[in-house]
């Protein structure tokens, strides 16, 4: 049985700054069969939109609205991947979501979501 398990959700002011952490929970070979892979953001009453992603070669993508800010980054050795989030803004208020392959590619996982709050 392999989990998601996310971390570091919370409130902060805006300018301030938040790491999102996401790693596979299991035994010590199950954690190896899902690539965490990066992570998605929901608001209240709008669309679940990509935040960055992260492959385990060290290739990155990020949202338009984030890439100047954030840092995605991952530690394959732990099978985990991090999102620093700097200059955080109200508009980024929403659920973050972590995101995982299986390595066969068969399958995609999601975390359960961790609140991320950005006060004015």
């Known amino acids: 049985q392999v989990q998601l398990v996310e971390s570091g959700g919370g409130l902060v002011q805006a300018g301030g700054s938040l790491r999102l952490s996401c790693a596979a929970s299991g035994s010590f070979f199950s954690i190896f069969t899902i690539n965490p892979m990066g992570w998605y953001r929901q608001a209240p009453g709008k669309q679940r939109e990509l935040v960055a992603t992260i492959n385990r070669g060290g290739n990155t993508n990020y949202g338009d609205s984030v890439k100047d800010r954030f840092t995605i980054s991952r530690d394959n050795a732990k099978n985990l991947v991090s999102l620093q989030m700097n200059s955080l803004k109200p508009e980024d208020t929403a659920v973050y979501y972590c995101?995982?392959?299986?390595?066969?590619?068969?399958?995609?996982?999601w975390g359960q979501g961790t609140q991320v709050t950005v006060s004015s």
């Open positions: 995101n995982a392959d299986s390595v066969d590619r068969s399958k995609n996982y």
